[in-house]
């Protein structure tokens, strides 16, 4: 188990990094504006092939990885380069939610759950076209949900419960798609799906 704070020299320099996987530890203080450093994250990707060379001599490697999201486990053998990937739930992680998060353009698994992360979520979180599950449950958020997630179109998997939005549910477009339990344990939140009339 890690504990102590996420130290902006480490992760500065990972420019090539297509998972942090920092889940289930004693992690501390605020997640880093550095992270949108990870130059590796802020592209959208098409699938490539890449060899590994030392001295002029060519390696063969199995790739292989593990990503939970979504409840399920996930294996990944083949196109490791299309998983990008940013895991810190289930640690004591706080601050508002880092805006400079919607410039990794390439992200496809976000799970910040199980903080105590406050603030909003920004209306640029529609940019991260590439999103295919997201996850903020049991944080401190509050404020409106952005209508602009209607836009994720590749998003299959959303969990919102357990903060604190308020207003009308955005059931429009995309987000039409997801049933109560992606929205429960928001007190003053309603709309559908939800059976909590406006």
């Known amino acids: 188990m890690f504990s102590g704070r996420l130290l902006p020299s480490l992760l500065s320099n990972l420019s090539s990094l297509h998972v942090l996987d920092l889940a289930q530890n004693n992690m501390t203080g605020e997640i880093l504006v550095t992270l949108v450093e990870l130059k590796a994250m ?54 508002e939610f880092p805006k400079g998060m919607t410039k990794l353009f390439g992200l496809v698994f976000l799970n910040l759950s199980m903080n105590h992360i406050t603030g909003q979520i920004p209306e640029s979180i529609s940019k991260l076209r590439q999103l295919s599950s997201l996850d903020l449950s049991s944080n401190n ?55 909590i009339k406006c």
């Open 42 to 95: 802020t592209q959208d990707r098409d699938m490539a092939i890449y060899s590994l060379y030392e001295n002029g001599s060519s390696y063969k490697y199995e790739e292989r990885l593990i990503v939970i999201t979504k409840g399920l486990i996930l294996e990944y053998t083949r196109a490791l380069s299309l998983v990008v990937s940013i895991d810190l739930s289930d640690n004591n992680l706080s601050g």
């Open 141 to 195: 958020l509050f404020g409106s949900i952005p209508p602009s997630m209607s836009s994720l179109s590749f998003l299959g998997y959303l969990n919102l419960s357990n903060n604190n939005f308020s207003g009308k549910i955005p059931f429009i477009g995309h987000m039409s798609t997801f049933t109560y339990s992606a929205f429960t344990r928001n007190p003053n939140l309603c709309g559908a799906p939800l059976l």
